[in-house]
């Protein structure tokens, strides 16, 4: 079974409008930690957001905030008043256990941000 | 700080043949990994390392092989490059086990 999964290929959004994409994961662990990457068409990946599984409250980093729905296995992130430069690659992944080494990736959302 | 740094940028080899990519780090991070990312996969873990002198095999380890003589760097070697090697290669780096990885620009191989 695929420990995330990104179920939207490509998504577009009007500039200055907010848009959620995609994540679920599938963890035994009780102990996990979920992290957004953006991947811009110049090719290096960009941490955007961290979510412990453990934290009460959902991340937010400026525009980003990270919508974590522990019973659902989700953790979508949302971009908030999408602007040109947002038009990336977005990758979701999960760490298992509280040190765990490897990081699992999902296939990753193209988000175009139309003007 | 430069962050995480990879050499080269793009590299075309035939089959056979074998090279080294470099990853140097100036955060003084303990952790470092070199990841494939293919087209419609994410990022998948080859080899990594918890600190000087010390590697570990990934998710994909075979036909690679890794090097950390100095904390800073960190070097991937393809001894007999094949075409199913043709990816595009990363590299990161984390404080500590588990923490988030900050990645370098990647490495971009053809095998032809």
């Known amino acids: 079974a695929q420990k995330i999964t990104q179920t939207q290929p490509g998504m577009f959004v009007q500039e200055k409008e907010a848009v959620t994409l995609d994540c679920t994961y599938d963890?035994?662990?009780?102990?996990?930690?979920l992290f957004w990457y953006k991947q811009p068409s110049s090719g290096e990946m960009i941490f955007l957001i961290y979510?412990?599984?453990?934290?009460?409250q959902n991340a937010t980093e400026g525009r980003y905030s990270l919508n974590f729905q522990k019973a659902r296995k989700s953790a979508n992130l949302v971009i908030s008043a999408s602007q040109l430069g947002d038009s990336a690659m977005y990758f979701c992944?999960?760490?298992?256990?509280?040190?765990?080494?490897?990081?699992?990736f999902g296939t990753g959302t193209s988000l175009t941000v139309i003007p | 700080n430069a962050g995480v740094t990879q050499t080269p940028k793009f590299r075309v080899l035939k089959t056979g043949q074998s090279m080294t990519l470099l990853c140097a780090q100036d955060?003084?991070?303990?952790?470092m990994y070199w990841y494939r990312q293919d087209p419609g996969m994410g990022l998948r873990l080859i080899h990594y390392?918890?600190?000087?002198?010390?590697?570990a095999k990934g998710e994909v380890p075979d036909g690679y092989n890794v090097s950390r003589l100095k904390k800073q760097n960190f070097l991937l070697g393809l001894e007999s490059a094949a075409p199913s090697q043709t990816s595009v290669y990363f590299c990161?780096?984390?404080?500590?086990?588990?923490?988030?990885?900050?990645f370098g620009p990647g490495t971009r191989l053809t095998v032809l």
């Open positions: 992944a999960m760490r298992e256990g509280r040190t765990g080494n490897q990081f699992y």
């Open positions: 955060m003084n991070h303990e952790y």
């Open positions: 390392s918890v600190g000087e002198g010390t590697t």
């Open positions: 990161a780096s984390s404080p500590s086990l588990g923490d988030t990885q900050y």
């Open positions: 979510q412990g599984s453990y934290d009460e």
């Open positions: 963890t035994s662990d009780q102990s996990y930690g």
